[in-house]
């Protein structure tokens, strides 16, 4: 058996995608809205999504997805708690890891999981329970994973399977798992705990296409009847972008169905079968503006200034702050270049006359610098991201001390395949440019 009678871990992503996008935009119309509008500002927009979330309730949830992902070519890079900022989970996010499948299709899906230990003991028994009696894949999933995992790959007459099954996974569920009652429970713990509780699989929460120009479609939502978060997360707008920047529609208000409360051994009246009626707001839309990925040093300075952000009431103003914030921050390639702060790709643009150091054949104008395009996300920004669909109660619960390396050891420990760490991710392509741009010179800088 050789690699060709396989289906392609790119091509499984790229119709895993599609197939999400479709469900999504038809489960969520005004998804497709803000999709349009997107497409409207951004002609040249590559039309796939970059990146969609899920939310996972127990260890052997992110286990499967890890191995279900790990078929389409994605793995668990970096690790976010979130629990510091007040959100019960800490996070990971499943992206092709090397610079030819990122072109293919870079669809990347954050993944977080339920912290339990940060309940009270009896909501978490509770919600543990609930959680030990489900199984959120479909059986054919299971068997084909297994299956692909045992012969090296996904057969041709395997794959449409696959993807349709697995879309089972991520879809919506209008009727609860639990009782109103304990709904209610869990959502007074937090809303997260209900939203991953309380249903019967990690409905996708939302779907994430890019644009180039993310402050016009923080306007052009506001102007098509799509309310906006009120700030954008991440760094200001700059000549030269760094990292992450993103907005999205607020969550959605959708009805759903609880069963009725079970009257536990008495005789249940007509009233207490009759199923209950109740919303859930889970759902919402985002956009994302990509630049370059920044150094362990750039990094640290990105969530310094940040720190020194105040909390702004409306977008402009925020801006402003954020912008203030960061001038003491390059704002040029070659800034970022000598700082140390940026990774980069390396083009020979002419030969120089004798050997020369990076820095000299840079400084010469004989190498240009390509910027590393940012594949990651960053815990705050996603922490913004999900407050903005909570209720203002709900956001100033107290955030949980910050655990350390403890909870990312046992994250780690969940997962059937190692965790990357990005930065290094980064220097190897880094490393790589380094490396052919030496060959091509014939000598080493
Ligand atoms: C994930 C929020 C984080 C992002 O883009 O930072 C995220 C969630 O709401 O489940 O998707
Ligand atoms: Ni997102």
């Known amino acids: 058996m050789t690699g060709s009678d396989f289906v392609s871990p790119d091509e499984l992503r790229a119709r895993f995608c599609a197939a999400l996008s479709a469900m999504y935009r038809s489960e969520v119309p005004l998804y497709g809205d803000l999709v349009e509008l997107v497409d409207d500002l951004i002609p040249d927009r590559l039309k796939v999504e970059r990146h969609g979330a899920i939310r996972l309730g127990k260890p052997d949830e992110l286990a499967m997805i890890a191995r279900l992902f790990g078929l389409f070519g994605m793995q668990p890079v970096g690790y976010y708690d979130l629990s510091p900022s007040g959100v019960p989970v800490h996070s990971t996010a499943f992206r092709p890891v090397n610079a030819e499948s990122l072109a293919i299709n870079p669809f990347r899906v954050f993944t977080s999981l339920l912290l339990p230990e940060l309940l009270e003991p009896e909501l978490r028994a509770e919600v543990e329970s609930v959680l030990a009696e489900r199984d959120i894949f479909h059986p054919r999933v299971r068997e084909i994973v297994a299956k692909a995992e045992a012969e090296g790959g996904v057969r041709p007459q395997d794959a449409e399977e696959l993807v349709q099954k697995a879309l089972e996974t991520f879809k919506w569920h209008d009727t609860a798992l639990v009782t109103r009652e304990t709904y209610d429970k869990m959502h007074a713990a937090h809303p997260l705990v209900a939203d991953i509780a309380a249903f019967r699989g990690p409905h996708i929460n939302h779907l994430t296409p890019r644009v180039l120009d993310i402050d016009a479609a923080q306007t052009g939502m506001s102007a098509r009847g799509i309310t906006p978060k009120t700030i954008i997360e991440g760094p200001p707008k ?139 996300f960053l815990p705050a920004s996603a922490a913004g991201i999900f407050q903005s669909n909570l209720d203002e109660r709900d956001r100033s619960r107290s955030p949980s001390p910050n655990r350390g390396s403890a909870s990312k050891t046992a994250f780690e420990k969940i997962l059937p395949v190692k965790l990357h760490d990005s930065f290094e991710l980064y220097e190897r392509i880094q490393e790589k440019s380094l490396r052919e741009l030496e060959n091509a010179l014939g000598f080493a800088v």
């Open 238 to 376: 700059r000549e030269c972008e760094i990292l992450l920047r993103q907005t999205s529609f607020q969550a959605l208000t959708e009805p759903i169905t609880f069963p009725p409360s079970s009257g536990a051994g008495t005789p249940a009246s007509a009233e207490m079968r009759r199923s209950i009626s109740g919303s859930h707001r889970a759902r919402f839309g985002e956009i994302e503006q990509r630049g370059c990925a920044l150094t362990r040093k750039g990094h640290a300075m990105y969530v310094k200034l940040m720190s020194t952000v105040p909390a702004a009431m409306d977008n402009e103003a925020h801006q402003q702050n954020l912008a203030k914030a960061f001038a003491s921050f390059p704002d040029t390639y070659r800034g970022m270049f000598d700082d140390g702060l940026a990774y980069f790709e390396y083009d020979l643009v002419s030969a120089p006359p004798k050997p020369l150091p990076l820095p000299e054949l840079v400084a010469s104008g004989h190498v240009a610098l390509e910027p590393v395009t940012y594949e990651d």
